[in-house]
Structures are given as C-alpha cells and as structure tokens.
C-alpha cells in the first residue's frame, strides 16, 4: 500500500498476502452492492461554470476541476490539493446540506472504489437525512489497498495516501464552509486500517473514527516497500498499550491537543486480519486517550454482539469496541452506518454535538519561591456523564521539574506531563472537582502549566 512522492510511481503488492485479502473481499463487494442504490452519470454545471462529471459504481469519469459539486449524486473533484499518491476524490452533497456542515470520510475496503463505498454503504442516504457531506476516497494503484505500511504513510505529512485524504477534507472545508470540529473517518478492512492511520497522523483534523475489521495504527508498517504484513494479518503482532500509543503519538510529535474517539468493530471468525487485533487496538486507543483498559460499560445490543465501552458509559465514550460472536471478515452490514453515526454525534437534524463538548474545566495556581514553587490544581467535570479513571496531561513551562506530588501520580517529571489519578479519587461525577498539586524545581519561569487535556479532551481553564 505504499506509494513514492510521485503520483505516477507505485509499488506492487506482495501477492501472496493481498490474494488472500483479495479472495475475502470479492465476497463483500457483492454482498455491499446487492441490492444498493446505483450512481447515476451526468454532467451538471458547477457554481464556477465548469462541468464535473458525475459517476456510475466502477466507472473512471474525466472531469474538470470543481468550485462546488452538484447535489444529490456522486460527484469526483479533481485538482483538490496535494495528492502524491494519485488518489481519487469522490463527493456526495445532500440537496439538505445544513450551513457550516460535518464531513464523514468513508474509506473503501482492498478491491474496492469510492463509487463502490458509495453504493454499498448507507452514509449517502443518511446524509440525506441528516445534512452532512460525504467524502469517498478511491485508489488508484493496482492493488486498491490504501497505504498503511510505508513510512511516509505512517507520519503527518509524509507524503502518502494521508496528505491526498487530507486534502479532500481541505477542499470540502474551503468549499462548503464545513465544521472544523465535526470530521469524522469511516472504513472497512484496507479502509479501516486507514481510519486508524488518519486519526494518528491528524488528531487536530478528526473528532472520531469507526474502523470495522481493521488493525491498529503502525501495525501493517514495512519498511522494504510491501503492502502487506502477514504477521499483523495473522494477529501475531502484540504489544503493552503503551507501545501502541507511542506509535500513535510518533506520527505527530509535540503534539498534545485532543485526540479523536474510536469505535472499532470485529468478528471473532476473522481469517483475513484476525480476531487478536480487536484487542491490540482496544488497548492502542484507550492508552492514546488516557482511559482505562476496564470498560465503564459492557451490554449486547444486538444478539451475538458484545459492546463494550471505555472512559464513559455514553453513547461517545471515548472508545467504543464491538465484538461479533461468530462472524467472518465480511461483517459491514445494513445498520451499522446509523450506529456509527451515533457515536460520531451525527444522528439528528442540523449541527450535532462536538466529542465531551465542555467536558472539564482547570483551575491552577503556583506559589514559588527562589527556585521551588507549588502548583495546585482542581479538575471540574462540566460534562453529563460520570469520569470513571483520568487522566490529567498539561504542558510545564521549561526549566521546570515535578519533585513530588499529592492525588496523583506525574510522569514524564518534565515536558508535556500526565497526572494519573490515585485509587481514591479515580471518580468524578458530573459537576464534581478533585484537587491535586506537585512541588517543582524551576530555572527562573515560576508560571502555571497550559494546555490541560482531561482523558484527551482539552479543558477550560481559570
């Protein structure tokens, strides 16, 4: 799945890996387009005058660049942005397209297309429904794996697959005026693994993912050009929740903003990108998102099915894992787009919810002397929804060095800093605080910490 800076270079696929992949999904291209709405191809003025053309399941349109797309039908926009990888952007905009709109970026499976995603899934008719914008990115390499292994792919801005993605969120943005707060990543199997990888390179770009039968962030990663990773594939490839979050946040170093939710979904008879990985990224993005491994809520919505939910007990917890008792690789099906939409906020008429909107709020003050201070700080919960397990991150000014501290554990002692909760104050309920406070050495630069992230969600501060 990788690709060299230039959009006309492509490495072939290891066959041996991918026909296996192949032979998986010829099956779900034809239960995804049984029965599902067709596109159809027509060419409609655009709002600068030039014509884009629209286009069928399968099909290779030629079209010129786009100011707007037309409504209601699937659009490809060319000449988006940077693009090293020759992707293709495909567009659906609802004729209820609300002011100010969220994006949802669905991600095609290996052998297939943006126009099959876009016959094969519901997010078109919800968009309807709901007034968001759909964007479907196709590949253009062989293999119509997407890029999750290459270095390049594996970093922000690396000049893969991500940065042409990116792009097309870009351009919709620009375009539409859309809500920078409301990007959200969909996928299935190659997609889902993108979906991974997109919320690891650009964690300021997307508010949640849903990834259905796919690996964790760096785990398909090659270094000799191959697309595929047989031992990732297999459900070999095991680490501590700290080793996966690490690759998360090496995508993007110094980064320290919120991160993006998670929903992953898996089947427990899955022999193509096997059941193991379920696991790998349950633990990959509770440690990214500061939650506990311990779900805050386990049920069955659906007979075979075992959800459980961690940091939370809501409908966007920060990450949500879904378990299916039983079921192969193939397990997209018709009605799990609405649940996705739920956990994404987007179910309901016009503007949905921001992630834990206003979810926590910071009040900090030091006291120093020649070369100590004090810090003290008081977590508020301002959300709806009980904390269960947190985890405090904030940025010291430099020269500055934790010592010891009360409430809390602190590690790094310097930097960008993570306050872990002690075993008697784990619980915050909705409008309740904790204080902690730390002793620090400092250089001169007695100032309180900035940049408070409670569970991964930024915090107010006072």
């Keep these: 799945m990788s690709a060299t800076g230039s959009s006309n270079t492509v490495r072939r696929p290891s066959r041996s890996g991918l026909a296996v992949l192949f032979g998986a999904l010829v099956s779900l291209l034809a239960t995804l387009l049984l029965g599902a709405p067709g596109a159809s191809a027509r060419t409609e003025p655009t709002a600068s005058g030039a014509a884009t053309r629209t286009a069928a399941p399968g099909e290779v349109p030629t079209a010129g660049p786009a100011a707007a797309a037309p409504t209601a039908s699937l659009t490809e926009v060319t000449d988006f942005g940077a693009n090293p990888s020759n992707l293709q952007m495909y567009l659906y905009v609802p004729d209820s397209v609300t002011a100010n709109p969220a994006i949802v970026v669905a991600v ?8 099959a995603m876009y016959s094969g899934t519901e997010y078109a008719s919800l968009a309807d429904r709901y007034g968001f914008i759909v964007v479907y990115p196709s590949v253009t390499r062989a293999s119509k794996c997407f890029d999750v292994s290459s270095p390049q792919a594996l970093r922000r801005g690396g000049g893969s697959d991500p940065v042409g993605i990116k792009s097309m969120v870009d351009w919709v943005t620009r375009t539409y005026s859309a809500d920078t707060g409301r990007i959200f990543a969909t996928g299935i199997s190659s997609g889902a693994m993108m979906t991974n990888v997109l919320l690891g390179d650009y964690p300021d770009v997307f508010a949640a993912g849903a990834a259905f039968s796919g690996v964790p962030f760096g785990c398909f990663a090659t270094t000799d050009g191959s697309e595929w990773n047989s031992a990732c594939s297999g459900g070999t490839v095991i680490h501590t929740p700290q080793e996966w979050g690490n690759l998360v946040r090496a995508a993007y170093p110094g980064y320290t903003g919120p991160r993006p939710r998670m929903q992953v979904w898996h089947g427990t008879e899955d022999d193509v990108l096997r059941y193991p990985n379920f696991g790998e990224e349950i633990k990959q993005w509770t440690n990214v998102l500061g939650v506990s491994q311990t779900p805050a809520a386990t049920d069955s919505p659906q007979s075979g099915w075992t959800r459980t939910r961690y940091g939370s007990t809501g409908d966007r917890a920060p990450v949500e894992a879904i378990s299916l008792q039983g079921v192969g690789h193939n397990l997209y099906a018709y009605g799990m787009a609405s649940r996705v939409l739920t956990f994404f906020g987007l179910d309901s008429s016009g503007p949905g919810p ?16 020649s070369t100590g201070l004090t810090g003290s700080v008081t977590i508020t919960n301002t959300g709806t929804a009980r904390i269960e397990g947190w985890k405090l ?29 002690a075993t008697y104050n784990g619980t915050i309920a909705p409008n ?18 900035t940049a408070f992230t409670l569970n991964g969600t930024a915090c107010s501060v006072s």
Aim: proline letters at 8%; one cysteine or more.
């Design 108 to 115: 095609h499976y290996c052998t297939g297309s943006g126009p």
């Design 354 to 369: 921001q992630p834990q909107p206003g979810a926590c709020k910071v009040t900090v003050t030091t006291s120093a002397w």
């Design 393 to 421: 991150a904030f940025t010291l000014p430099s020269g500055q060095t934790i010592t010891n501290g009360w409430g809390a554990t602190y590690a790094p002692a310097s930097g960008t800093v993570t306050a872990t909760n």
């Design 432 to 449: 309740a605080s904790v204080g902690i406070g730390y002793q620090a050495n400092h250089g001169g630069n007695s100032s309180a910490p």
